[in-house]
Nanobody, 124 residues
Framework: QVQLVESGGGLVQAGGSLRLSCVDSGRTASTRTIGWFRQAPGKEHEFVAAIRWTGESTSYADSVKGRFTISRDNAKNTVYLQMNSLKPEDTAVYYC?????????????????WGQGTQVTVSS
């Protein structure tokens, strides 16, 4: 059983920072690729970032490159998304997702598990 639990969302002013956390409580958590997606009202899930289980390979959406950083601590079964220089257009529900294998997929349906989401709101 894989359970992903996100935390760290909230309300922040434009230019501010937040760090999201995702705890993967399933067995063999450290062998899964983790992705972060976001969904704004009325829109599809949008890829944000992904990290391979070894942590040495990452992928980012162009819209967040240079502002967001994904990292993982396999000893804690936790993946982080550090978000800096936040913009109002970053406002969305952010989902942590997981998939078996090492490919850094950027489509939500390519992931096998996902959490309940955490709301991020950036005010202008």
């Amino acid at each position: 059983q894989v359970q992903l639990v996100e935390s760290g969302g909230g309300l922040v002013q434009a230019g501010g920072s937040l760090r999201l956390s995702c705890v993967d409580s399933g067995r063999t958590a450290s062998t899964r690729t983790i992705g972060w997606f976001r969904q704004a009202p009325g829109k599809e899930h949008e890829f944000v970032a992904a990290i391979r289980w070894t942590g040495e390979s990452t992928s980012y959406a162009d819209s967040v490159k240079g502002r967001f950083t994904i990292s993982r601590d396999n000893a804690k079964n936790t993946v982080y998304l550090q978000m800096n220089s936040l913009k109002p257009e970053d406002t969305a529900v952010y989902y942590c997702t997981a998939r078996k294998g090492s490919l850094l997929k950027t489509t939500f349906s390519d992931y096998d598990y996902w959490g309940q989401g955490t709301q991020v709101t950036v005010s202008s």
